[in-house]
């Protein structure tokens, strides 16, 4: 069981370039989540997932956008890298949503991406 | 305005002692969930204890407990009997809303000293 899985786990980008992240889980869980980490600070929200073919922004969406084609899957695309994005992403699951609900995100191990 | 304060940057505590880190949160809704997680320095998320808003009882989890104060928005996590492997980031985290997603703090780095 692999849990979260996120490749890949560095990246460095030129300014204006383009990637995506990929994020697959194994645990059939609905919700699915993309964070970002910047040094020092908590986690930031930019979009998540309540199941296949339906997304949201969180907190943090621009110059992001991703899509869940099938409930293992939610991969992060950037489109025109900034210095800004540098980051650590973090992609998670839970098999629940509900506000009352004690069901964790899972993490991922994470991507450090920088861009120059 | 910030839905999960850790006013605490960092803090030092003797191996074998007890401490605590607080956090404070702000919220309408009567119905919300409070986590806590530890990144240690590998970066990895792990995730500790949750406490429900309408749990009648602090949340223990083997050496960590929530001491949780309703009326006052707080939901601090107590260690007891520090470890040397205790050393990392902590953070708080709220679900509140749909969607299950979690808003977190901005962290409590715990060194233990030997």
């Known amino acids: 069981n692999a849990g979260v899985t996120q490749t890949p786990k560095f990246r460095i980008l030129k300014i204006g370039q383009s990637m995506t992240l990929q994020c697959t889980q194994d645990?059939?869980?609905?919700?699915m989540y993309w964070y970002r980490q910047d040094p020092g600070m908590g986690l930031k929200l930019i979009y998540y997932?309540?199941?296949?073919?339906?997304?949201d922004k969180g907190e943090v969406p621009n110059g992001y956008n991703v899509s869940r084609s099938t409930t293992e899957d939610f991969p992060l695309r950037l489109e025109l890298a900034a210095p800004s994005q540098t980051s650590v992403y973090f992609c998670?699951?839970?098999?629940?949503?509900?506000?009352?609900?004690?069901?964790?995100?899972?993490f991922g191990n994470g991507t450090r991406l920088t861009v120059t | 305005a910030q839905k999960i304060t850790q006013t605490q940057p960092g803090m030092f505590v003797q191996e074998k002692e007890a401490v605590t880190l607080d956090c404070t949160y702000d919220?309408?809704?009567?119905?919300?969930?409070l986590f806590w997680y530890k990144q240690p320095s590998s970066g990895e998320m792990i995730f500790l204890i949750y406490?429900?808003?309408?749990?009648?009882q602090n949340a223990t989890e083997g050496r960590y407990s929530l001491n949780f104060q309703k009326a006052r928005k707080s939901a601090n996590l107590v260690i007891s009997a520090s470890q040397l492997g205790d050393s990392a980031m902590y953070f708080c985290?709220?679900?509140?809303?749909?969607?299950?997603?979690?808003?977190f703090g901005q962290g409590t780095e715990l060194s233990v000293k030997p």
């Open positions: 998670a699951s839970s098999a629940y949503g509900g506000v009352r609900n004690n069901s964790p995100l899972h």
């Open positions: 645990m059939n869980h609905n919700y």
């Open positions: 997932s309540v199941g296949a073919g339906i997304t």
């Open positions: 919220t309408s809704d009567p119905s919300y969930g």
């Open positions: 406490q429900g808003s309408y749990d009648q």
């Open positions: 985290a709220m679900r509140e809303g749909q969607g299950g997603k979690l808003i």
